[in-house]
């Protein structure tokens, strides 16, 4: 056993929280195609969005979305710059058609939905509809979300990055005429996904789908048309939608990582497989958490602990800074990078999105365990 946990594996592991780790097979292809893009005699940088080339890439990647994540026709995709964070203004200057006067409701469960309610406090009027929180460690009962009936919308962040705190069920719309507006970043088809049960979903693509650059917005239809007048055009539901998500260059290079990961989710067996592989690299490490008698904590409330981000402290609750050092150090020697704790949360975060392989959660759960026996008192 302590023979085999020498063992240094062949490449690195890479558990950056975002960008992320990008499956292998997808970068080689990548490499192949950079200079050439297939038969075109350019790359894809070079092209020009309008060509038909890219138009085959932007619809490809498209539809692959909509086979993937099953997404009914009522629903239009768009692909948009800025990031994660632009939508957090996207979503407000769309949904609510007057300034400063609207209602909007947001579940703030961590730093994401802290950002994103915070932005959208410059458009309208924010209820938070659940306490406020000094640590985020759990997802208060739905049953007591004090929602503004008024509200244009209901937002929620699915997986908190930073706290290591995810939904492990929707949360449905509370009316018709209130939509559920969902921030899926940190765990985008990374298990199967109602998409009809959204209004509007938004996510970067650098952690599971891509690299930076790059926003999906998964909108349905009838929300669309009506955004406020000083909605930025860039950020304008209604014309990028008209415009098929070209009104100016879109992120090209993007859009294609993006179409060349989705191929290689659909050839993996799709979101089931990714919500198996979530699962079971997930259950390796708290596995390791929950049965080493308090030598790991993780503050997280066990049912809404996150797939993605573990995040935990080594040497009891308030975790021993020597330690957690020297865990870093050991596993950077083992090729394992990325596992800093975010400076907000302090101690370690090991994320486990689509580009990891369920080997290298074991790996690490192993390395785990033996750092425990050598170092427990
Ligand atoms: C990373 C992240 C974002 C921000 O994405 P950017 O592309 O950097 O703007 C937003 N929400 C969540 C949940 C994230 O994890």
Same mark, same amino acid.
């Given at each position: 056993?302590? &023979?085999?946990? @020498? *063992? ?7 558990? !950056?929280?975002?960008?992320a780790?990008?499956p292998?097979e997808i970068? /080689?292809? %990548?490499?192949?195609?950079?200079i050439y893009?297939?038969?075109?005699g350019?790359s ?12 085959n ?9 909509? &086979? ?10 768009? #692909?948009?710059?800025g990031?994660?964070?632009? +939508? ?8 609510c058609p007057?300034l400063?006067?609207? @209602?909007?409701?947001?579940?703030v ?7 994103? %309610?915070?932005?959208?406090e410059?458009?309208c009027?924010? !209820? /938070?509809v659940t ?8 997802i208060p009962?739905?049953?007591?979300w *004090? ?15 930073? %706290?290591?705190v995810?939904y492990?069920?929707k949360?449905q719309?509370?009316?018709d005429?209130?939509p ?10 990374? =298990?199967?996904?109602?998409v ?11 952690? !599971?789908?891509?690299?930076?650059g ?5 909108v ?5 048309g009506k955004?406020?007048?000083?909605c930025?055009?860039?950020l304008?539901?209604?014309?990028l939608? $008209?415009? $098929? ?8 290079y ?8 989705? +191929? ?9 497989v990714?919500?198996? =592989?979530?699962?079971?690299?997930? $259950? ?6 929950d +049965? ?7 503050g ?9 981000n %573990?995040?935990f402290?080594?040497g009891g609750n308030?975790?021993d &800074? ?6 870093? +150090?050991e596993?950077?020697? =083992? @090729? ?7 400076r ?7 994320s ?6 369920? &080997?290298?959660? @074991?790996f690490?759960s192993?390395?785990?365990?033996e #750092?425990?026996?050598?170092n =427990?008192?």
């Amino acid at each position: 056993m302590a &023979e085999q946990m @020498k *063992k240094i594996p062949d490449h690195l592991i890479n558990c !950056n929280p975002g960008p992320a780790r990008i499956p292998y097979e997808i970068l /080689r292809r %990548a490499q192949d195609e950079l200079i050439y893009y297939q038969d075109t005699g350019i790359s894809v940088m070079e092209m020009s969005h309008r060509s038909p080339e890219f138009e085959n890439i932007i619809r490809t990647a498209e539809n692959l979305f909509r &086979e993937i994540m099953n997404i009914p026709d009522n629903y239009r995709v768009l #692909f948009l710059h800025g990031g994660g964070t632009a +939508q957090f203004a996207s979503i407000p200057l769309n949904l609510c058609p007057e300034l400063k006067s609207c @209602k909007v409701n947001y579940a703030v469960t961590g730093t994401w939905s802290e950002k994103a %309610a915070k932005e959208a406090e410059k458009y309208c009027h924010v !209820n /938070r509809v659940t306490p406020k929180l000094d640590k985020f460690t759990t997802i208060p009962d739905v049953s007591t979300w *004090k929602i503004d009936p008024d509200g244009k919308y209901l937002f929620y962040t699915d997986n908190e990055t930073i %706290a290591g705190v995810e939904y492990q069920f929707k949360v449905q719309p509370f009316s018709d005429t209130m939509p559920v507006a969902i921030d899926m970043t940190s765990n985008f088809l990374s =298990r199967p996904v109602d998409v009809s049960n959204y209004g509007v979903i938004i996510a970067g693509t650098q952690k !599971n789908v891509g690299i930076a650059g790059l926003a999906i917005v998964i909108v349905r239809d009838d929300l669309i048309g009506k955004p406020m007048s000083i909605c930025p055009t860039v950020l304008d539901y209604t014309i990028l939608n $008209k415009m $098929k998500s070209l009104y100016n260059t879109p992120p090209c290079y993007p859009i294609y990582m993006t179409m060349l990961y989705l +191929q290689w989710i659909k050839d993996q067996g799709g979101l089931d497989v990714m919500g198996d =592989r979530s699962d079971q690299r997930a $259950k390796l490490i708290y596995d390791v958490i929950d +049965q080493s008698n308090g030598f790991y904590f993780n503050g997280v409330d066990p049912n809404c602990r996150s797939r993605m981000n %573990a995040v935990f402290r080594i040497g009891g609750n308030n975790g021993d &800074e020597q330690l957690e050092k020297q865990f870093i +150090q050991e596993c950077k020697e =083992r @090729k394992i990078i990325g596992i800093k704790g975010h400076r907000l949360a302090g101690g370690i975060r090991i994320s486990m999105f689509n580009g990891m392989p369920v &080997e290298d959660a @074991k790996f690490i759960s192993e390395l785990m365990i033996e #750092f425990m026996e050598r170092n =427990r008192k």
